[in-house]
């Protein structure tokens, strides 16, 4: 299973529940989703200028979408096509990380969602945030498991 949102709060009296999701593309309707351990599958999405909204089958009031909130939003890993070169941010845990001069920083320890910036925390001599932006990384292998990136003064 692969986690891409959590659910934050009821919207409305018609089941809708507000999510945090950090790959909204993955959202597709018709398709099951599970929150925590039961699958349910998406009826409707709505995008809002702060938000993601979205309503269940089967979950038609404000009740049943209250019952619903702080779980874990996930998918079947097989259940998601990826086109070439693209890979789960899951596959990313445990990446050797190297810097342009081949110097070894550490490993991808966890990935942190803290605002619209993904975070991949590295710990090797020292652990440290690096913001997940084309600037920083130069390369990833999932076949080597490494990750070669750029890094600027400071940020380590």
Same mark, same amino acid.
């Given at each position: 299973?692969?986690?891409?949102?959590?659910?934050?709060?009821?919207?409305?009296?018609?089941?809708?529940?507000?999510?945090?999701?950090?790959?909204?593309?993955?959202?597709?309707?018709?398709?099951?989703?599970?929150?925590?351990?039961?699958?349910? !599958?998406?009826?409707?999405? =709505?995008? &809002?200028?702060?938000? !993601?909204?979205?309503?269940?089958?089967?979950?038609?009031?404000?009740?049943?979408?209250?019952?619903?909130?702080?779980?874990?939003?996930? +998918?079947?890993?097989?259940? /998601?096509?990826?086109?070439?070169?693209?890979?789960?941010?899951?596959?990313?845990?445990?990446?050797?990380?190297?810097?342009?001069?081949?110097?070894?920083?550490?490993? /991808?320890?966890?990935?942190?969602?803290?605002?619209?910036?993904?975070?991949?925390? +590295? =710990?090797?001599? &020292?652990?440290?945030?690096?913001?997940?932006?084309?600037?920083?990384?130069?390369?990833?292998?999932?076949?080597?498991?490494?990750? &070669?990136?750029?890094? /600027?003064?400071?940020? =380590?």
């Amino acid at each position: 299973m692969i986690e891409i949102g959590r659910t934050i709060k009821a919207v409305g009296l018609r089941g809708e529940i507000k999510i945090h999701v950090q790959q909204p593309e993955l959202l597709e309707i018709g398709k099951n989703y599970y929150l925590e351990d039961k699958v349910y !599958t998406l009826e409707k999405i =709505r995008f &809002t200028k702060k938000a !993601t909204v979205i309503k269940f089958l089967g979950v038609d009031s404000i009740e049943e979408a209250q019952g619903q909130l702080q779980k874990k939003l996930s +998918i079947k890993k097989e259940d /998601i096509e990826l086109e070439e070169g693209e890979f789960f941010e899951s596959d990313l845990l445990g990446l050797k990380v190297i810097d342009e001069q081949g110097v070894d920083l550490g490993e /991808i320890v966890d990935i942190l969602y803290p605002s619209s910036q993904t975070l991949y925390v +590295i =710990r090797g001599e &020292t652990e440290f945030m690096l913001p997940a932006v084309k600037e920083f990384i130069l390369s990833i292998d999932l076949d080597k498991k490494e990750m &070669t990136v750029s890094l /600027i003064e400071g940020l =380590r």
